[in-house]
């Protein structure tokens, strides 16, 4: 036990020494006093009810069965599905949670919010709202439940304005910022043929294009705007990461001291808020216009009693598409890269498949990715062999019995573990080459047409399933192929590991890959 118990309080030092660039000592040696009390008052396990999911034992209470998670997450996955079955509860830091595997992931889509409520799921695991609750009380963002549906105003704009018919005029501001972004975010040091690609340029190359697109072309070139749109969610996930490691309060006392996001949101409603208020003020003489940016969308969507909203109320939102499209973009792009820097094979096909194109077209466009297949199989590839290993996460509002009889009782937090069914050959199209579903096949997915990278079911969950898919999808496949073949199309990509291998994914929050 005490070999557990050293083996934890390492693990929670090593997280908050992760999200705080300078800790304090005492925030290290309270946390591992914190864990190591917890884990001594927490040594009862309550008696399991009948019918409800197999409880997987763990050593201690409070890491649970985190550190088996940590290690080797498709091993313990597997493992747990063999000896406990399809549906189980597992605890991680602190937090309990039932985990959905094979069909009974799109079983739990189905039975609908009524039953396992998917923006409840994400506020257990990320808890968007009590992390800006604690960082920023200058405004808080309007009600978002809608009559008829429980969706923000912003999910809503998203679905009526970006479809991929109506992305064209998006084009040249997409076409612009990924030009600056090649031109100004990957740095090469005098005399260098080799620079490192970090996330953070891959940020910053996804923010300016967020600016231009959300913010709009007056403010969208502001290198402050930029740099905090590309901040702000990475800020998110390391409060984030902080409540998956300590006791709430405990996360509430590090967030609100030492990750601070009320520097960022300051940046973007001083950018934002004035032209909004030029926008409405130009319509309140002439009428309403034709909006070409997102935040102009937003002015429209009313709030929650029927009311236009302020310009200062439609710009608080602006964080809101910041983190939602910044932080996965750049991410899915990130790993799309990682699987491709051992692979100068798959480089090269992309390249040709470039080349092609742009004798179609004239020019590489975003527009004209739709007729680069391979690239887009190469992207669902990236998708599929990075799924959550346990995500996509809902909270039963009443209990919930499921179809194998297994009861999720009201309250529970239920995670799906898509990296399982996203390699399991019972479920996902092995392709006509054959190659091992643990493997990239870059023409996996060429020959099926209805399995577009943004084509969502249970063999590809990255994207969401049903009412509750991405809307953004068809913007984020869009950007991300326009951005691989072009950063193809002027460099070489390796990786930085000794013995010229792709480094192993790494965990990050235990619930997803992170190829960094």
Same mark, same amino acid.
């Given at each position: 036990?005490?070999?557990?118990?050293?083996e934890?309080?390492e693990h929670?030092?090593?997280?908050?020494?992760?999200?705080?660039?300078?800790?304090?000592?005492?925030?290290?040696s309270? *946390?591992?006093?914190?864990a %190591?009390t917890?884990?001594?008052?927490? &040594?009862?396990?309550?008696?399991?009810k %009948?019918?409800t999911?197999p409880?997987?034992?763990?050593?201690?209470?409070?890491?649970?069965n985190?550190l088996?998670?940590?290690?080797?997450?498709? @091993?313990?996955?597997?493992?747990?599905?063999?000896k406990?079955?399809?549906?189980?509860?597992?605890?991680?830091?602190g937090?309990t +949670?039932?985990?959905?595997?094979?069909? =009974?992931?799109?079983e739990?889509?189905r039975?609908?919010?009524?039953?396992?409520?998917?923006?409840e799921?994400?506020?257990? $695991?990320?808890?968007?709202?009590?992390?800006?609750?604690?960082?920023?009380?200058k405004q808080?963002?309007?009600?978002?439940?809608?009559?008829?549906?429980?969706?923000?105003?912003?999910?809503?704009?998203?679905? /009526? /304005?970006f479809?991929?018919?109506q992305?064209?005029? $998006?084009e040249?501001?997409?076409?612009?910022?990924?030009?600056?972004?090649?031109?100004?975010?990957?740095?090469?040091?005098?005399g260098a @043929?080799?620079?490192?690609l970090e996330?953070?340029?891959?940020?910053?190359?996804?923010?300016?294009? *967020?600016a231009?697109?959300?913010?709009?072309?007056?403010?969208?070139?502001?290198e402050?705007?930029?740099?905090? +749109?590309?901040?702000?969610?990475?800020?998110?996930?390391?409060?984030?990461?902080?409540?998956?490691?300590l006791p709430?309060? #405990?996360?509430?006392f590090?967030t609100?001291?030492? &990750?601070?996001?009320?520097? !960022?949101i300051d940046?973007? #409603?001083?950018?934002?808020?004035?032209?909004l208020?030029?926008?409405?003020a130009?319509?309140?003489?002439?009428?309403? #216009?034709d909006?070409?940016?997102?935040m102009?969308?937003?002015?429209?969507?009313? /709030?929650?009693?029927?009311s236009?909203?302020?310009?200062?109320? %439609?710009?608080?939102w602006?964080?809101?598409?910041? $983190? %939602?499209?910044?932080?996965?973009?750049?991410?899915?792009t990130?790993?799309?890269?990682?699987?491709?820097?051992?692979?100068?094979?798959? !480089?090269?096909?992309?390249?040709?498949?470039?080349?092609?194109?742009k004798?179609k077209?004239?020019?590489?466009?975003?527009?004209a990715?739709?007729? #680069?297949?391979?690239?887009?199989?190469?992207?669902?590839?990236t998708?599929?062999? /990075?799924?959550?290993?346990?995500?996509?996460?809902?909270?039963?509002?009443q209990?919930?019995?499921?179809?194998?009889g297994i009861?999720?009782?009201k309250?529970?937090?239920?995670?799906?573990a898509?990296?399982d069914?996203?390699?399991?050959?019972?479920? !996902?199209?092995?392709?006509?080459?054959?190659?091992?579903?643990?493997?990239?096949?870059?023409r996996? $997915?060429?020959?099926?047409?209805?399995?577009?990278?943004?084509?969502?079911?249970?063999?590809l969950l990255?994207?969401g399933l049903?009412?509750?898919?991405?809307p953004?999808r =068809?913007?984020?496949s869009?950007?991300i192929?326009?951005?691989l073949?072009?950063?193809?199309?002027?460099?070489?990509?390796?990786?930085?590991?000794?013995?010229?291998?792709?480094?192993?994914?790494?965990?990050? +929050?235990?619930m997803?890959?992170?190829?960094?």
């Open positions: 036990m005490d070999r557990y118990i050293d934890a309080i929670v030092s090593y997280r908050v020494q992760n999200i705080l660039k300078d800790p304090p000592s005492p925030v290290l309270v *946390s591992a006093a914190v %190591a917890w884990a001594i008052w927490r &040594l009862t396990l309550t008696r399991r %009948a019918n999911p409880i997987v034992p763990y050593n201690i209470p409070f890491i649970g985190g088996d998670l940590s290690r080797d997450p498709r @091993k313990f996955i597997d493992k747990c599905k063999k406990y079955g399809p549906v189980f509860q597992i605890t991680t830091f937090k +949670m039932v985990v959905a595997t094979g069909p =009974y992931i799109q739990c889509f039975l609908g919010d009524k039953y396992l409520d998917f923006n799921g994400v506020e257990d $695991f990320l808890p968007l709202k009590r992390i800006m609750d604690i960082s920023y009380d808080q963002r309007q009600e978002t439940k809608h009559e008829n549906e429980n969706k923000s105003p912003i999910v809503k704009a998203v679905r /009526n /304005n479809k991929s018919h992305l064209k005029m $998006f040249d501001r997409m076409q612009y910022a990924v030009d600056r972004g090649l031109e100004l975010d990957i740095h090469f040091k005098p @043929k080799s620079t490192t996330i953070d340029a891959i940020q910053q190359m996804v923010g300016r294009i *967020s231009l697109l959300f913010a709009g072309r007056e403010v969208g070139e502001s402050e705007l930029i740099t905090a +749109m590309a901040t702000f969610a990475q800020s998110i996930f390391k409060a984030a990461i902080a409540y998956t490691t709430a309060t #405990m996360a509430d590090v609100k001291n030492y &990750l601070d996001i009320s520097d !960022q940046i973007t #409603m001083k950018h934002i808020t004035p032209v208020e030029k926008v409405k130009q319509e309140d003489k002439e009428g309403q #216009m909006p070409d940016f997102f102009h969308m937003m002015l429209h969507m009313p /709030n929650a009693d029927g236009q909203p302020t310009p200062k109320e %439609a710009g608080f602006l964080q809101d598409i910041a $983190f %939602a499209s910044i932080h996965t973009t750049s991410l899915f990130t790993w799309a890269l990682h699987l491709l820097s051992d692979r100068p094979d798959i !480089q090269e096909l992309i390249r040709q498949e470039t080349e092609a194109t004798k077209h004239g020019v590489l466009t975003p527009a990715v739709k007729d #680069m297949p391979i690239i887009d199989s190469i992207f669902r590839e998708l599929r062999l /990075n799924g959550d290993y346990i995500g996509i996460n809902h909270k039963a509002m209990d919930t019995v499921l179809s194998n009861i999720i009782p309250g529970k937090s239920v995670g799906m898509v990296d069914v996203h390699n399991d050959p019972t479920i !996902q199209h092995i392709g006509e080459n054959n190659v091992p579903l643990t493997e990239m096949d870059p996996r $997915f060429v020959s099926r047409k209805t399995k577009k990278s943004t084509a969502v079911g249970l063999d990255s994207f049903g009412y509750h898919a991405c953004g =068809y913007l984020a869009q950007e192929c326009y951005l073949a072009k950063i193809l199309e002027e460099y070489d990509i390796s990786p930085s590991t000794k013995d010229g291998k792709r480094a192993r994914n790494r965990v990050a +929050m235990v997803y890959h992170n190829a960094w």
